[in-house]
């Protein structure tokens, strides 16, 4: 229905949109934007979409400098944003997130992982906080494990089944993969604190001056979410062919995504205040920072 209105608005011979999105790693998180791609809402929508991979710490100045349009890290948006780079959240896909840390077989005990390296996307990344509130949960100081930066959570993933490490911060379908191969999840840590998962964000300018491309874009991407959510069958085999998982791999890891998808495409306010108090560990940040300010999302298809 948002697509077939979009459509509607697009007039014959009209050229689309250029947009391009830049993310971490591939991972079934994102792969409502892969949804999007491959089953046309990009086209129907009437933008082009490119995706371009990333570390996350780029991503920010990535935006600024127009290099492209959209980034897949809520968080990263957050942090920039609070040091003064003017960032915005669009777009929330979760309401959730499904982190895990997952281990070698010889890790029994929080104290085995003393003297441990565990990997992580990036600093100052989901994984990163997540990973810190797991080390503190397991009665650890964070100067007895070693956190090491891969990029992206596929690389997470092949650090540890490689055995350079002896954990991973990993996600769906990553953690199903890995206790497949031998690993095991040691601690599930998406409950542990207020992080935004995955989404969009983008900059104040980029808003003012080509908001149309950005909320046709926002529009397709929901509409892949939606395809998702009813079409289980064809999802779970689109994730046994992107992740080479068996089956019952890939029907426990949808079900975990699916469980957590956002309602309406909206980051709750709640938990960007619980992830300032975070940054607040960190650095300074003022305790009447207006958190409105982070966030933008008029050009959801509900605002309409």
Known sequence: MLLWLLSASIEAGESPYKVRIGYPSSALSTLPFDIAKEK?????AGVDVEYIQMRSALGPQA?????IQFFTSPQSAINAAVA????????????????VLVTNKDINKGQDLSGKRIAISDLRS????????????????????????????????????????????????????????????????????????????????EIRARKE????TIAAVLEAVNW??????????????RFKISAAEAERSYESMAA????????????????????????????????????????????H
């Open 84 to 99: 003064g780079l003017p960032l915005v959240v669009v777009l929330s896909l979760y309401r959730d997130s499904p982190w």
């Open 213 to 216: 491309p950005l909320r046709r």
């Open 63 to 67: 935006i600024l400098n127009g290099n």
């Open 126 to 205: 989901s994984p990163y906080y997540f990973a810190r509130a797991g080390i503190k949960k397991l009665g650890l100081e964070e100067k007895q494990i070693s956190l090491i930066t891969t990029g992206g959570t596929a690389n997470s993933f092949a650090t540890l089944t490689t055995n350079q490490v002896a954990g991973a911060v990993l996600s769906p379908p990553f953690d199903e993969k890995a206790v497949s191969l031998g690993y095991k999840k040691f601690l599930f840590l998406g409950d542990l604190a207020d992080i935004p998962y995955v989404g969009l964000f983008t900059s104040q300018a």
């Open 40 to 44: 046309g809402f990009y086209t129907k």
């Open 260 to 303: 957590i998808f956002s309602p309406d495409g909206a980051l709750n306010i709640k938990k960007v205040r619980g992830y300032l108090n975070i940054l607040r560990e960190e650095r300074p940040v003022p305790e009447d920072f207006d958190v409105e300010k982070l966030v933008d999302f008029s050009m959801l298809p509900r605002a």
């Open 228 to 241: 998702q959510r009813y079409n289980r069958v064809e999802a779970i085999k689109m994730i046994v062919s």
